[in-house]
Structures are given as C-alpha cells and as structure tokens.
C-alpha cells in the first residue's frame, strides 16, 4: 500500500484521492542506532508564538539527531539548521478524515539550510500483540493533507522520508481505544492572605505531549517534578486520590489533550504542607501514585498547635546553627531522608556527600535549609531527634541565645 494524498476543494468542500509513491517507501532503509540528544535553542517568542516555544538546532553533521524537550528525531545529510514549533489543531482540522485524530502534538518544521532525509514522531502507543493500532502521519502542504503511511514504527516513534517540509502530525482511527502511555504532570501556585494555600493543577496528558510546552502555557505556576508516567485509555474516567485534600472535579475522563491550551484536568486548594496524591481509575484501581507533594518555599502557618511545633523546629534550625555545624554527626543519613522525600535535590545531596568533614556537610545542608523554608527544617528537626536525641535535648534545655 502506497502513501496517498487528500486533495481539498475549496469550491464543494469534497476531497479527492490521488496515488502517490512515496521516494524511497520500498527501500529496506537502514536506521541508524546512534542517536546523538541535543538541547535546542530556544527562539524569541513572536505576536504569534508568545504561548508556544520556538526551538532551533544547529546540525553540525550529518547523523541521526533527537530533541531533548519533543523527542522528535531529525536525520540529517549534513550540516544544517531546523526550525521549529508546535501548532495548533484548532487551526489545521482533519476535514473529509471524519473517522480519524490526532495521536500526536502537530509539528511545524522548516530546514533552513541543509536537508532532513527521514524524520521520527514521537507516539505514545503500547506495542503487544494485542494492540495492533496503525499510526498515520499527516502532512499538511498548502489546502492538501497528505496521509503517509510510516516506512517503521519503533516502541517510541513512527519514522518517515521527507521530500517537502510544514506541519507533520501523527493520527490514527478514532475507534482505537487502547491504552496509551500518558503522564500525569502537576504545577502549583502560592495563593498569599494571612494563611498560605497553594493552588494544585493536575493534569492528564499522552506521553508525546513536551513538559515545556505545558510549561510555557501555565508560567505563573510553577512545575513540580515527580514520577509522572502511566497508562490511561482516552474516554475513561479517573478520579483523583488527595489525602487531605478535596479535589475538583471528583472524576473526569482522560482525553487526549495536544494543546494549545493546555487545561488542568483536576484542581485543589491545598493548607497542609505535605499530601499524597495518586490516581485511581473506575474499578479504584491504582493507576498511578500515590507521590508525596510537598512544594518548596511556602510556609503554611496558621493558628493550631501543629503549626506553632512547625515554627519551634525550624526556630531549633536557625538558632544553633553554630552547635549543629560542630556537632551532627549523621549528616549523610539526613541527607538520605530528605533527599527520599524530595526535599533535597539530587545535586544538593551529591554535594553534602562529597563534603570531607560532618562540618562541611552541614554547612552545604544549611544552604538548603536556608533556602528551602519552614518545613524543610522542620523535617530536618524531626529527623535529627530520632538520629541524635540526646543532642536535641541538651540544647533544647540550655541557655537561649539572646
């Protein structure tokens, strides 16, 4: 089966079929199994991308060459530059393919200088036996679509010869309703007033959506990383696990969301500095989670005996910084436990590991707790009294500093 073309006409709004062979479909092309990884430049924003990323890759030779925000792979001839960004459905709609959809973001790519030979679309289907889903791409030129079939389908792309670039897009039959690989992304943001809250956005997204385009649309909010990956099927539904939060809506079901805008799919107000969140699919199953959220740099204090033993521990942090820096002994095992709980970054506690002395540890742990907040030195408190209670105690009863 060849490639084809879809001919719009503007006139009656009919599409035609029209055969093509595609350059090379019937060569036994030999993919290379080197892929170099590049980070891309990221293009100052115009009237008409300000909520969209543009990336640039400079191409120093010819190779086999994969962006580290959208995964997509370029194979190139030689030296060359490629431009591009991600576009909008809403203004390229499947007309005339009514029992097909998008199964991926819609790619505009433009090569400057040099040429793109194959290039590889990041897809986020489940490859079994029993999934037997035929991926698409979709070439938009001018008022044509032309619909490619892959030249080879991986477990993480479908892979495509390009005689012509503009918008390319992955699309599959809209009566597929496997499981997919997803990932679950959540942003916050710190609601100020005389208590502290934190806005939680969670959203459902396939796999091949990027994080920074995600990102670039909710800049007010800031993005906490975990373990996002899961499996959803589009038009289930899921709800939301929050302990002891309440969610809103209680349930929603999972669609595949390419943009532009990008909306949360679950939300809550959030008093507590730490919740467990996890996703829970019809049958209560786990789907995802549960993951500990605990943002950084937000001091939640209110009026309660909890919040007061809140401000005593970090108080105990800051006050005997100096006995602390002399005298903690197990420096690396509370490193250990914040760095579990992602209170500490992983490079953070590289650091205090590398340290040659417990004194030099703790002058790197005290950088983190001063720019970590409150319960980050809470925690760091509590844990300290369990490793060395009989050094708690003893400043604990001794003079305070003046």
Known sequence: MFPYVFLHSPDDFSIHLQWRESRDFHIDHQFSAVTEVFVPEIAENTSETKNRNSYRFQCPYAGQFQCKFTSLVFEMEGKGEVQYNLDSWYCHPLDGLSQMQPAGPLYNICCIEGSITHLHLPHCEILTEGNQTELLVAHFAGENIEILKPLKMTETHVIISVEGLSLFAIIKNIFYSNNISAQVLLFYEEITGKQSKVKLLIHLLPRNVPVEEVEKRHKHSTYYETS?????????????????????????????????????????????????????????????????????????????????????????????????IQRVSCVLELADSLQSQKMITREMYNRIDAAETSQKQMRIMYETLQSAGVAVKEEFYKELKKKQPFLVKELESGPRRA
């Open 228 to 324: 996002s990956m899961c499996k959803l099927t589009p038009g289930s539904k899921y709800r939301l696990y929050c302990d002891p939060c309440v969610c809103q809506p209680k349930a929603a079901t999972f669609d595949c969301d390419y943009g532009p805008n990008y909306h949360a799919t679950f939300a809550m107000i959030i008093e507590a500095e730490r919740i467990k969140v996890g996703l829970l699919d019809e049958d209560d199953v786990k789907v995802w989670g549960p993951e500990d959220f605990l943002p950084s740099g937000i001091c939640f204090v209110g009026h309660g005996s909890s919040d007061t033993q809140k401000i005593k521990g970090a108080e105990f942090v800051d006050e005997h910084r100096t006995e602390l």
